[in-house]
């Protein structure tokens, strides 16, 4: 009846892209065998023998799950014989083992590996295995997983090829990742360059960089899911929480490029290419959504009674007027009220003459009228000038407006979003330092 135990590990390497598990332990076999009994006394008081292997009885208990070239990779060292019968053997190997691996909760992630061992053509009746357990004085700490407990199994299996019964112990070690390194070089980076994503909508839509930005991010975040990637082995079963974070980033990512493209459009939209502002898009973007997010509309009040009124005559819009306001400052103010002025004296200078019938034969008055009338033509194409110059001024500062209220709300949502994808994603991890 063989005492089978793992003596002693003293380091391993988990080959995560092919879901191997690579140890460097010692093994040790204790087994009783009645032929190799003496009397020391007999024999000058020896009580132990060292021979090499091979050349009495062992019991042939390999590795099942083995994927080493060599299959049985350890080492034929000497076994020691003592007196009474008892037999001991401690081959050290380096053992490379299949470990199934459960990637969802990368790299916050517990795994299970085992090292299944039983005779190759010994059942039950004749060899018996009995479970020992781990020693691991000799452990050297491993910089990516901790040991979390070992457990030792003994199970016995009928094959289809023969009927007897056949045991088998199973050494299964339970291994936590530790997510410093995956914190510190993957997730802040990526963090960081999120950061980006947010700041791009204060950037400035004349500087001609904020599409720019939002694309070079996408690309960096391509980058981490590359990385990933070549950590992780090429499996269907599940995708891991750490790729679920950057595929998040991603479409987040893409998400802030187009909404910057629908703001750099409104930017440099004008009533040359573009048709005056509708009502909802003006309400909602040149009213409502500035006081709300309290951002001040220049040369206008803006404020919930301007609001109200807007909202209450929003049918009596002119459709003529190309800005979504009447606004009436600077030049065009002055310019409209001279040519006014000028129209309502010309007016009535005009009536006077078709009134008094000696004005009409007087020449040189007609000569005179017939001069303030090009006077007037004149300044009233002046007028109309100005009045559609700074028409259009106040029609391309309103749709300016509008995108940098869009590039606000871009901001705001979009910084509302990092965050609760982050933190979703934070709470579903089963831990986040080891």
Request: charged share 20%; net charge negative; aromatic share 14%.
């Amino acid at each position: 009846m063989p005492n089978y135990k793992i003596q002693s590990i003293n380091n391993f390497f988990q080959n995560e892209k092919e879901e191997q598990l690579e140890v460097n332990m010692w093994l040790k076999y204790q087994w009783m065998d009645e032929n190799l009994k003496w009397d020391p006394e007999q024999y000058e008081n020896v009580t132990t023998l060292v021979q090499p292997a091979g050349t009495t009885w062992q019991p042939d208990v390999l590795l099942y799950n083995s994927v080493d070239n060599a299959f049985d990779s350890t080492y034929k060292v000497n076994q020691i014989s003592n007196s009474d019968g008892t037999q001991e053997w401690m081959p050290p190997g380096i053992f490379r083992v299949s470990c199934k691996l459960d990637i969802y909760w990368f790299p916050f992630d517990v795994q299970q590996c085992f090292f299944k061992f039983g005779s190759w053509t010994f059942d039950a009746s004749k060899l018996n295995l009995v479970a020992g357990d781990f020693d691991m004085t000799e452990f050297i700490p491993n910089g990516e997983w901790i040991i979390e407990s070992t457990i030792v199994n003994r199970s016995e299996k009928t094959y289809s090829c023969c009927p007897e019964i056949y045991p088998d112990l199973s050494f299964t070690m339970v291994l936590k990742r530790r997510t410093l390194y995956y914190a510190f070089n993957l997730i802040m980076p990526c963090m960081l360059t999120m950061l980006l994503v947010v700041l791009g909508f204060a950037l400035s839509a004349e500087s001609g960089e904020k599409i720019g930005l939002q694309i070079t991010v996408s690309l960096a975040i391509c980058i981490f899911l590359t990385i990933m990637n070549e950590m992780t082995p090429q499996t269907s079963e599940s995708v891991p929480l750490l790729g679920v974070f950057f595929q998040s980033c991603m479409v987040i990512s893409v998400l802030a490029t187009t909404f910057t493209v629908y703001i750099q459009s409104f930017h440099f939209r004008c009533h040359q290419n573009h048709h005056r502002m509708g009502f909802w898009m003006r309400w909602l973007l040149l009213e409502w959504a500035p006081w709300l997010l309290r951002m001040k509309l220049p040369k206008r009040e803006n404020n919930w009674k301007t609001i109200k009124t807007s909202w209450i005559e929003r049918a009596d819009s002119d459709e003529e007027t190309k800005t979504a306001f009447d606004y009436q400052d600077g030049t065009a103010k002055m310019i409209t009220n001279m040519g006014a002025a000028m129209k309502e004296n010309f007016d009535n200078l005009v009536f006077q003459v078709h009134v008094n019938a000696d004005v009409k034969r007087d020449l040189g008055l007609t000569k005179r009228l017939e001069t303030l009338n090009r006077i007037y033509e004149h300044v009233k194409m002046i007028r109309e000038n100005g009045d559609d110059g700074e028409e259009d001024q106040h029609v391309a500062h309103e749709w300016r407006f509008a995108a940098i209220v869009v590039d606000r709300i871009g901001l705001l949502s979009f910084t509302a979003l990092i965050i609760v994808t982050s933190a979703i994603l934070s709470l579903r991890a089963p831990y986040l330092f080891a």
